[in-house]
């Protein structure tokens, strides 16, 4: 199974634009592995949010072996070497170590309900930026975090014009938007609404 995993990981990773079968499959196969459904973070396994273990690993929260590990940036005053899917998902390991996926000042304005701020820095796996991580939102809402890229990445997605459509960016950032390249030193991070299904992006320096 974990071989499979490995393979669907580099099936699915982008830019290949996905179909709702696709996205149905997805789901499945997280479902297997005993990923949860995170809203803002739908695929954590391709972003690399979590790895694999194949011996195993003990989640610091509730102690239970685990074979997937969350890997990306966990804001807490504790040193904490694993935490398995589930207490993320539950809000166990936020609660615990008092501690947060995302810093709650590094994301987009615009969302009003606390409750999806919460599920957010509480409940959902981070991502590794060069950087400070940062949230974008759309429609009163914060997007879903769909994985780094760079603008060939965004070609093959058809979404470059959508992601310039942006005021957060000026002109000189749009251009290095359209220059990027995917592991280079400007990073691109890729974001879609939930609602409209725009495609947003953050970015930052090595
Ligand atoms: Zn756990
Ligand atoms: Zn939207």
Known sequence: MKEYAENWRNDFAIPKPKTEED???EKEMLAELGIPTFKYHPNPLNTGAFEISKEGVTCDC???TTEIYYEAPFY???DIDYLC???IASGK???KFDGSFQDDYSVDD???DAEKLDELIHHTPGYCGWQQEYWRAHCGDY???LGRVGAMELQTLDVMDEVLDDPMWDDEQKEMIQESVNGGHLQCYLFQCLHCGKHLVWMDFD
């Open 23 to 25: 996205i149905q499959k």
């Open 143 to 145: 997007c879903a975090y």
């Open 93 to 95: 390991a936020a609660e």
């Open 76 to 78: 807490a005053v504790e």
């Open 85 to 87: 899917p589930a207490c």
């Open 62 to 64: 509730c102690g239970k």
């Open 110 to 112: 615009g969302v009003e």
